[in-house]
């Protein structure tokens, strides 16, 4: 939230730091853990999307 507001929400986009796996062939996370970690990534862009167009009062 601080830097959307430094630089402008239209410069920031979210993403997945690693985590996935150690590699493309050695798959070190269970895939209903990715899968919820995605999730989680979509619903905190859509809150911090709200937040930023002031249509929910910030945490």
């Known amino acids: 939230m601080r830097l959307a507001k430094i630089v402008g929400r239209e410069n ?3 993403g997945t730091d690693c985590g996935f796996a150690q590699s ?3 798959r ?3 895939p209903s853990i990715m899968w919820a ?3 989680l990534l979509v619903e ?7 937040e930023l167009r002031g ?3 910030a945490a």
């Open 55 to 57: 249509k929910r009062a």
């Open 12 to 14: 920031v986009i979210g």
């Open 24 to 26: 493309p062939f050695a």
């Open 44 to 50: 905190g862009a859509h809150i911090a999307t709200e």
């Open 37 to 39: 970690k995605l999730k």
């Open 28 to 30: 070190c996370v269970h």
